[in-house]
């Protein structure tokens, strides 16, 4: 998530194959991902005029924009940043039921957004997919362990050992133009949602 200054219950591919939900993570993904390389393109050719949509803190317009600004990127090397990672962490938090990542994702957009709203610097427009990214990876980081899945620690070990590094210094506040406050709260968000849509293990 970048700044600039300025004045996640049971899925319904539950009885799919595996490699039938694969195929379904894969496209909303990667369809995901095309939007947000359009919407950037629309971007450029309007002058950046959707720029706007990104959040002003403690502007109470700004609100509506809370949804919008995890859609609207600040140029194209913006978006390429973010691409790998969405692609990746979202594919493999789809694997687990697209009802239940379209949750998180939802849980994720708005509290970041709000968070960001709340307690980034006054006068800053922030926009970008990164909070949710920092969300899924802290949904993926965690989820395995709440729901006690082997096949989830390993992932969670996997992205840390990918990943882990770079999430560190996306939280460091002395970053210039990049908003740490907006990946916090994605990451927080992620692991709040982690256990607030856990799937328990039925008893034998």
């Not at 990667?30 to 959040?55: C, P, Q, S, Y």
Request: aromatic share 8%.
């Amino acid at each position: 998530m970048a700044a600039i200054g300025g004045g996640a219950g049971a899925s319904p591919g539950a009885t799919l194959s595996r490699g039938d939900r694969a195929r379904l993570a894969g496209k909303l993904v990667l369809g995901w991902v095309a939007l947000l390389w359009l919407l950037e393109i629309v971007d450029v050719v309007l002058g950046h005029a959707l720029d706007r949509f990104g959040i002003v803190p403690r502007v109470p317009a700004e609100l509506v924009d809370v949804v919008p600004a995890a859609f609207v990127h600040f140029g194209f090397a913006h978006v390429a940043a973010n691409t790998v990672p969405l692609l990746v962490l979202g594919f493999l938090a789809a694997l687990g039921g697209i009802r239940r990542f379209l949750a998180v994702c939802a849980l994720i957009v708005a509290a970041d957004g709000v968070g960001v709203w709340l307690i980034s610097p006054a006068g800053v427009n922030t926009a970008g997919v990164s909070g949710v990214i920092f969300g899924l990876f802290g949904f993926l980081l965690v989820a395995g362990f709440v729901e006690r899945r082997p096949l989830g620690v390993l992932v969670a070990v996997l992205i840390t050992a990918v990943w882990g590094s770079s999430i560190l210094a996306g939280l460091a506040p002395t970053q210039t133009g990049v908003s740490w406050q907006g990946h916090l709260i994605g990451l927080l968000s992620g692991i709040a949602a982690a256990f607030l849509l856990a799937r328990r293990r039925r008893a034998a």
